[in-house]
């Protein structure tokens, strides 16, 4: 199958790769957040802004280990020991050990006889056997959690037991989304002749909630430049960095570019990326600044390209990552002219052969339908500089959704018991 453009840069047009304005973006935006302060049990997911100390020790004393009987190690005679005269506490795993007690025998290695006496079938062999000494879990003033880690549950757990219940965290992120065009309708409206319906604004909310950022969603600004100015003085008065969707092309109505240049700096129009060219990146008031591509697809690959490894830098995080498979080429790939230059990210499907190796099959490229996206199981991503491959070459796949989810996906297919309509 050979690829070629549907639409071919102007030669004059200044691109940079993907991975340079990412580069520049992060090297040349601020990225500071406030810190707040949640409740514990809301904290998963967030990152802490500072160390976090143990504020108590646990146990506080010297606790059992198991279920069973303190006992004192020097009380002990030869085995099997007839134990009614010899002093011991029954404890269980965890609690304290009364006091002059100081090791625990485990209840598998006693003995209650009918007459009601005790008796130790296994001394222990050392002193504090079975027990937890002060401090064992958790010594106080240790660092529990080194700033800038994203919380787990098991991290949830641990500052519970330290002591905390309130955890300082950085804000989310706040990242405007400013949908723009005269085509545009409302989500929920019934698109007329030449309408489209601003559906970008729910998959940036999405993607944005997905990498740990606070989409404030604006409403459509029509193609005007000074409303868009306007909204755009708005937004950057209030969030941490702006994503303006659609008028970043050539268009006699795109406006974006002028709109942006005349309030910062734009650090690059044009990616050698496909889809996703048209993005443009700037900096105003130290704000990373992103024109979106218009088309859903376009959009996506910028979200995940861009904006995604951005909203990770301001929470001190590395980029998030997709998993990925190993898969063979069921066709052969060329690439002519700037798909050749660019980063190319085309959809597939998967599926399995005799081996049980996957397959792949990329969609072609002008299919950019947001449905068909729904419906592929993940992206081929070609570099810069690639001319293609051949047929029954082995490629890696970044995965849509989880691997057991498009192993029934495969299934499904294959069975045919998939409506040719359906969209899932
Ligand atoms: N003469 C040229 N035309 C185009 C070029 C080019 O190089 N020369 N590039 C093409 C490429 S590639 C892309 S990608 C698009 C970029 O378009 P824009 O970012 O300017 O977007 P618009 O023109 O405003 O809209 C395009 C398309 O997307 C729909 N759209 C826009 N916003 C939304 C939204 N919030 N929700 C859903 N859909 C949205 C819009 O209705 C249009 O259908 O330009 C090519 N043209
Ligand atoms: O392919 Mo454009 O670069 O995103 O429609």
New binding site residues.
Partial sequence: MIYSPH?PPSKTEPRISVGKALELILAEARYELPVERVPLAESLGRVVAEKLYARHSLPAVLSAQVDGIAVRFDDRTSLPDRTEDRPFAFVGTGTALPEGFDTVVRAEDLEIAADGTLRILEEPCEKGACTLPPGWELRKGEVLIPPDLRLEPQHLGLLAAGGHSEIPVLRRPLVAVLPTGDELVPQGSMPGPGQNIDSNSALFAGYLKGVGAEPLLYPITADDPVLLAERLGDALSKADMVLINGGSSRGHRDFTVSVVAGLGRVLSHGLN??????VLLAIIEGKPVVGV?G?AL?AWYALENLVGPIVSRFLAQPPQERRSVKAILTRELRLEGFLKEALLSLRVLLSRDGEGRYLVSPYPLKN?MVTNFVRSDGILRIPEGVAGYDKGDEVEILLLYPQAIIEKRMEKRQLQTLDESEVF
């Fill in positions: 639409t990326a496909a889809p996703g060219k048209p591509p088309p376009a950019s």
